[in-house]
């Protein structure tokens, strides 16, 4: 079973790339971060025609997530019950038995700002939330994807000087994704060699991705029962090369 998480930075856009990326890489189940679309405007004939059913939870010009599973989806829930938030960045489903969460945390802008303690406050409802959600899925085992727009730590980092304390790598950041691993839950691409220098974002400006200029920030975070399954974890830099790319890559991770 493969499982995957891709920040399409605009589903109306990148639509033509998903497919081609869905066909080249028919993974089981594929989590998408800011969508940008309503859900009227949604694009589920696509999707299933390519294969897959489809949950999502979006709103106009930002955020909004997706799940796309080739296996029955059920037992949907969009946001953090305990954080009302009107903001899109959280759907959760059972998929093969297994707890699939979506996530699209906060950028939270700059440490100076309210949309970063907007980020921490979201962060620190998501561990509440997360707790329960593990425990009830205990047995069939629980991964949450996405875009953290954290990087763990400075191996992370293209240049960790220079953003040390910036939001992405700050420490109260850095310490809110701690919290979370603390669950219980694996970094399922430090479950395995990996180059140096591997990141899943890269700023479009100043030629971030020809320079390798990035950041790993997008994580597939696995409970004891999945981490167990894991026997890969990569990330795809293929699409990132393609005509107007997403900022973000795919990464995936593999089960046995």
């Not at 890489?25 to 594929?30: A, C, I, Q, S, T």
């Not at 859900?39 to 390519?50: G, L, M, T």
């Not at 629980?142 to 954290?150: H, K, M, S």
């Not at 981490?227 to 107007?244: F, G, L, M, S, T």
Request: hydrophobic share 45%; glycine share 6%.
């Amino acid at each position: 079973m493969k499982i995957a998480t891709w920040n399409v930075n605009s589903l109306k856009v990148r639509l033509p790339h998903l497919l081609t990326w869905l066909a080249e890489n028919p993974v089981d189940v594929l989590c998408l971060q800011e969508t940008k679309l309503t859900d009227d405007k949604f694009p589920i004939a696509q999707i299933n025609e390519a294969g897959y059913q489809v949950a999502f939870s979006g709103q106009k010009t930002y955020n909004g997530v997706a799940i796309l599973s080739k296996h029955p989806i059920s037992d949907v829930v969009k946001n953090n019950p305990r954080y009302p938030d009107a903001q899109q960045r959280i759907l959760a489903a059972t998929i093969a038995g297994s707890r699939f969460i979506c996530a699209y945390v906060p950028n939270g802008q700059s440490v100076d700002s309210d949309k970063y303690g907007y980020k921490l406050a979201w962060l620190a409802a998501l561990r509440d939330w997360l707790a329960d959600e593990m425990a009830a899925h205990a047995g069939a085992g629980l991964a949450i994807l996405g875009d953290y727009n954290i990087a763990p730590a400075d191996q992370d980092v293209h240049d960790p000087a220079a953003w040390a304390g910036q939001v992405l790598c700050s420490d109260k950041e850095r310490a809110a994704l701690t919290a979370l691993t603390d669950l219980g839950l694996t970094d399922a691409f430090r479950m395995f060699q990996q180059q140096d220098k591997s990141f899943s974002w890269w700023d479009y400006r100043m030629l971030g991705y020809q320079k390798n200029k990035g950041l790993r920030i997008d994580h597939i975070l696995l409970s004891a029962v999945l981490a167990e399954r894991c026997v890969a974890c990569a990330i795809d830099r293929a699409p990132r090369k393609w005509e107007q790319p997403s900022d973000h890559a795919p990464v995936i991770a593999t089960l046995a």
